[in-house]
């Protein structure tokens, strides 16, 4: 069984140094590391889905609340909507993901087409901050400032998992948020 005290050391937590893209860039590693075993049949599934959800969660909230609105002040104005963009990526990710919290048998069809929503919008969401956002910061943000907004994100990601953020209520409010301020169409 996993815990939320190893959640905190895996991702963004095993990486060394406070380099916001490289802590970035653990977690989307995580992140993949966690689909792979919710798509085995010989995964523990319920404990990647936990896992998952906890760590999607905060590090969406730590991105948005730490590095995100530096990011906008410090790149060329004409760049501002890719991290505008994000947001709605994130919200996306988290509609996916509560659907996916709500199927209760991990080993049923419905959970498995549910995880290729989820798959997709994550996966597109990871490679495009990757070229598009993440690539802003290493033109635009210089290195001391990058390990500041570094340490930042991982204070933020550290609170989040403290709270088990994951879990389907946490989702549910998130994404009525999001819909309440009109970052998902419907
Ligand atoms: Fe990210
Ligand atoms: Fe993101």
């Known amino acids: 069984m996993s815990t939320t005290d190893d959640l905190t050391r895996r991702g963004a937590g095993a990486i060394d140094g406070d380099d916001v893209v490289d802590l970035i860039l653990g977690d989307h590693a995580e992140f993949e590391r966690l689909l792979r075993i919710l798509r085995s049949d010989d995964g523990d599934r319920a404990t990647a889905l936990g896992d998952l959800a906890d760590l999607l969660v905060a590090h969406a909230e730590a991105e948005e609340a730490e590095v995100y609105p530096t990011l906008r002040s410090e790149v060329p104005d004409d760049e501002e909507g890719e991290i505008a963009h994000g947001r ?73 998992l403290a709270s088990n953020p994951g879990n389907v209520d946490n989702v549910r409010r998130l994404v009525e948020q999001a819909r309440d301020e009109g970052l998902l169409d419907d």
């Open 88 to 160: 709605e990526e994130h919200a996306e990710g988290h509609e996916e993901l509560l659907a996916l919290l709500e199927i209760d048998d991990v080993d049923s069809e419905e959970f498995s087409e549910q995880l290729e929503e989820v798959s997709e919008v994550v996966m597109h969401h990871l490679d495009e901050e990757e070229r598009e956002v993440l690539n802003l910061a290493r033109a635009h943000v210089p290195d001391q400032r990058r390990a500041e907004l570094g340490r930042a994100f991982m204070s933020a990601r550290a609170k989040q």
